[in-house]
């Protein structure tokens, strides 16, 4: 599923729309300091049930930063 994520310099997430395959990209709008970056995510399909498809996304917020160097999902540090 392709992502527009909203994240400060270090890659924290603040924000996250997903669009399904075939419909336009999300368009978010960053406050002052962060940017957005447009992600494919495949672990995340927008087949199946939509709570499910909602429990992936949060985890996505919850436990991944976005990688400021190769525009890609890193988890987060403990």
Same mark, same amino acid.
């Given at each position: 599923?392709?992502?527009s +994520? =909203?994240? %400060? #310099?270090? $890659?924290?997430? !603040?924000a996250?729309?997903a669009?399904p395959? $075939?419909?336009? +990209?999300? !368009?978010? +709008?960053p406050?002052? $300091?962060? *940017?957005? &970056? #447009?992600l %494919?995510?495949? #672990?995340?399909s927008?087949d $199946?049930d939509p709570q499910?498809i =909602?429990? *992936?996304?949060t985890?996505? +917020? #919850?436990?991944? *930063?976005? %990688? &400021? %160097? &190769? *525009?890609?999902l890193?988890?987060?540090?403990a």
């Amino acid at each position: 599923m392709r992502v527009s +994520v =909203v994240h %400060d #310099e270090q $890659g924290f997430i !603040s924000a996250l729309a997903a669009s399904p395959p $075939g419909a336009p +990209v999300a !368009s978010l +709008v960053p406050q002052a $300091g962060e *940017r957005v &970056t #447009e992600l %494919d995510v495949p #672990e995340v399909s927008a087949d $199946g049930d939509p709570q499910e498809i =909602v429990g *992936r996304l949060t985890d996505v +917020v #919850e436990n991944y *930063r976005v %990688d &400021t %160097d &190769t *525009r890609s999902l890193a988890p987060k540090q403990a």
